[in-house]
């Protein structure tokens, strides 16, 4: 079992940052391939961006690409989001996941363990 934490949330301008972070715990969380996802009201919940568990190999969501870094601290467990460039369609409830895999997937069934989320809210 992993244990999945999100914090780091809020409301920002357009134009602004935020960083999210997702605290790991439980059974060596350091070796699974972590994603962010994030799902707008009324909308299906789509992928963010991935990381692989070692090499820091990242993969994006072309809406993200260029904007949003993803980072991992494996001594402390800890999965980050930097979001810069910040845009109203952005605004989503932010969750991050943990894949026992070792591609990173794109897909929600291939993750096995979530957060609870995070509220990320842009104004314009």
């Known amino acids: 079992q992993v244990q999945l934490v999100e914090s780091g949330g809020g409301l920002v301008q357009a134009g602004g940052s935020l960083r999210l972070s997702c605290a790991a715990s439980g059974r060596t969380p350091s070796r699974y391939t972590m994603g962010w996802f994030r799902q707008a009201p009324g909308k299906e919940r789509e992928f963010v961006a991935g990381?692989?568990?070692?090499?820091?190999?990242?993969y994006y969501a072309d809406s993200v690409k260029g904007r949003f870094t993803i980072s991992r601290d494996n001594a402390k467990n800890t999965l980050f989001l930097q979001m810069n460039t910040l845009k109203p369609e952005d605004t989503a409830v932010y969750y991050c996941a943990a894949d026992g895999g070792a591609a990173i997937a794109s897909t929600l069934g291939e993750y096995d363990y979530w957060g609870q989320g995070t509220q990320v809210t842009v104004s314009s």
């Open positions: 990381i692989s568990w070692i090499g820091g190999r990242a």
